[in-house]
């Protein structure tokens, strides 16, 4: 386990150890935990590393900054450490999830290749977080079937804690604007879910 008392020196490490998944702490000195965030995935080396970022800020347009940077997923202070643990115990597992071979979804001209994990609209690629990548997997192979917030929560986060059903409408959100014409697909039925909807 790597630590870094400072935002450079944090930065530093992860670009030279590439870590599994990196924690990060949003009010650090010399460089804030955003900045981090959006230095790392902005850069194809740190990229694709999970990031469980820590914050005081309970404020919903503090986790949603955090989402739309690249965050997997947050934590906020006080926590507990058995949460801490249980979140990333989560996030890598979601990471090891092994899929079938190559098993492609294709719908339209969206295509998303479960073994690269890589998803593309008219051949260009649409980058995905992790956690977006599985929310999208989740609701695309089970098309035209109601996906209630607290299955994707179990299903893409790994865990059912009662008050984060807002992380999926964040994740929502942004999925459906990294997706564009193809966002649309993704329909809101009030106070039940999310649906993929099936092709016309």
Known sequence: ??????????????????PNL?????MLPGMDGKEICRALKSNPLTQSIPILMLTAKTEEIDRVIGFELGADDYVTKPFSPRELVLRVKAILRRREV??????????????IDVDRH??????????LTSTEFKLLLELASKRGRVQTREHLLDKVWGYTYEGYARTV?????????????????????????????EEE
């Open 1 to 18: 386990m790597l630590k870094a008392l400072d935002g450079p020196s944090g930065l530093e490490e992860a670009k030279k150890n590439r």
């Open 22 to 26: 990196i924690i990060l702490d949003l």
């Open 98 to 111: 092994s899929q079938e071979g190559g098993k492609i979804i294709q719908i339209g001209e969206l295509l």
């Open 118 to 127: 890589h998803v593309s609209i008219k051949k260009s690629p649409v980058q």
């Open 169 to 197: 409408d964040t994740h929502i959100r942004r999925l459906r604007e990294k997706l564009g014409p193809f966002g649309d697909y993704i329909e809101t039925l009030r106070g039940v879910g999310y649906r993929f909807r």
